[in-house]
């Protein structure tokens, strides 16, 4: 399995860069992530990432769930758009807020895929 290196530890990503530990998380493996993703070349990630990455952490450990990007820029007050004007893709997103792999109702990580 592919992985990248923090400060001298390896932390294990999947075949698609998505975090496989959960808990290996912190802003230096966002930032990782980002650079790898290429989101972000620069650490630490603007404040507007970096709220929106928390958001969606914090609404994922509650729900269990991913949240929806509409209702992430409503609650960190920022334009309706924010995932998309921040990140361009919602997918890489989640990959720099260490959620795991998008499944739910017939892999619609699959059909994102296909629309590349």
């Not at 409503?74 to 921040?86: D, R």
């Amino acid at each position: 399995m592919p992985f990248i290196e923090v400060e001298g530890k390896k932390i294990e990503l999947d075949e698609d860069d998505f975090l496989v530990n959960f808990d290996d998380w912190d802003e230096k493996v966002a930032c990782a992530i980002a650079d790898k993703l290429g989101v972000s070349k620069t650490c630490p990630l603007t404040k507007e990432k970096l709220e929106i990455i928390k958001f969606m952490r914090e609404y994922y450990k509650k729900f269990n769930a991913f949240p929806v990007p509409r209702y992430i820029c409503k609650n960190v007050h920022q334009p309706k758009n924010c995932t998309y004007e921040e990140f361009f893709d919602p997918l890489s997103a989640y990959k720099i807020a260490g959620l795991p792999r998008v499944v739910a109702y017939g892999e619609i990580f699959d059909e994102i895929r296909k629309l590349k």
